[in-house]
C-alpha cells in the first residue's frame, strides 16, 4: 500500500487510499506437498500470479526451512511471473524469474509460452483462494499436470473506517477519480457504498467522476455492477493504471 501511496503522489496525484480487501496467509497440507516435490526434483515449474502470492510464498517456506535452501529448490525449476510487479517482489527476494509475459495476465500467460510448452511437465501454480480458473485450465489443456497451491485469502471487509470515510467522500462530490485494481475489490467496493446509499446514488456518484480498472476482468466487474468504466490501460499494472488516469485527467483539464 505505501509503495502506491508514494507511486502515486509522485505523479501529482492526492490519493486517498482505502483497501475493501484483507488478506491472510494460508497454510495447508498441498504447500508440504508442493515442497515435497521440489524436494524429489518432480517439479518443473512455478507460476506466480501476483505479488503477494510471492511474499506469502516466502514466508510460508521459511517456516519450513532456512531462505537460503528454499531458494536452492527453486532454482532447480522454471519461475514464470504474471508480470513486473510480481517479478519484483520475487527478484527482492531472491528468486530468479525466467518468463513474463507480454500481456499481464493469464491470458496474457498462455499466449505467452511455447506451443505445448506445457505438455509433460508438472507445474504448481501459487495463487489466492479468489483467482480464476483460466490459467490453471488453460495450461491442463497443453498436456501439463498443474496443481494449484492457495498461499493467501482475501477477505471482503466492507465495514473499515478508511472505506467508509471513502464513500462518504465520494456521495459528497470530492473524489475526481477512482482506480480499481481487482475484480473483487471493484465488487466489495460497490456493496460497502450501497450501506451508505442507494444504488443509484452511487452509480450516479461514480458518474461523476472518472472511473479506473486495472483491466479487463475489473472493468467487467464494474460494468456488471452498472459502473461506466473510463480508463483501462495497456499493460495491467499500477503504475501504467495511474498513467494512462493521469492522461485522461490533463486531457479533460485541457479542454476546459
Not at 501511496?5 to 491472510?24: H, T, Y
Not at 464513500?167 to 470530492?174: R, T, W
Not at 452498472?226 to 495491467?236: F, H, M, N, Q, T
Request: aromatic share 6%; hydrophobic share 45%; net charge neutral.
Amino acid at each position: 500500500m505505501n509503495e502506491s501511496i508514494s507511486l502515486a503522489k509522485s505523479m501529482g496525484f492526492d490519493p486517498i487510499c482505502a483497501s475493501p480487501l484483507r488478506v491472510d496467509i494460508v497454510d495447508s497440507k498441498y504447500f508440504d506437498e508442493f515442497l515435497g516435490l521440489a524436494i524429489n526434483g518432480r517439479l518443473d515449474a512455478i507460476v506466480l500470479t501476483s505479488s503477494i502470492g510471492a511474499k506469502a510464498l516466502i514466508q510460508l517456506a521459511e517456516k519450513r526451512m532456512s531462505k537460503a535452501d528454499f531458494l536452492a529448490l527453486v532454482r532447480r525449476v522454471q519461475v514464470l511471473s504474471i508480470g513486473p510487479q510480481t517479478a519484483r517482489s520475487l527478484e527482492k527476494m531472491g528468486v530468479r524469474v525466467d518468463f513474463m509475459p507480454e500481456t499481464y495476465s493469464s491470458e496474457g500467460i498462455l499466449a505467452s509460452l511455447p506451443q505445448r510448452w506445457a505438455a509433460g511437465k508438472r507445474i504448481v501454480v501459487i495463487r489466492s483462494d479468489r483467482a480464476e480458473q483460466k490459467l490453471i485450465g488453460g495450461l491442463r489443456e497443453e498436456g501439463g499436470e498443474v496443481s494449484e497451491v492457495i498461499v493467501y485469502s482475501l477477505v471482503q471487509v466492507q465495514d473499515g473506517p478508511e472505506l467508509k470515510a471513502l464513500v462518504a467522500k465520494g456521495l459528497a462530490g470530492e473524489i475526481d477519480a477512482y482506480a480499481f485494481t481487482s475484480p473483487l475489490s471493484a465488487k466489495t467496493f460497490l456493496e460497502a457504498a450501497e450501506e451508505s446509499a442507494s444504488k443509484q446514488a452511487v452509480l450516479d456518484m461514480l458518474r461523476r467522476s472518472i472511473v479506473a480498472a486495472i483491466g479487463k476482468p475489473t472493468k467487467e466487474a464494474l460494468e456488471t455492477g452498472g459502473v461506466r468504466v473510463d480508463v483501462v490501460p495497456e499493460s495491467a499494472t499500477f503504475e501504467h493504471l495511474l498513467v494512462a488516469l493521469k492522461s485522461v485527467i490533463d486531457k479533460e483539464r485541457g479542454t476546459r
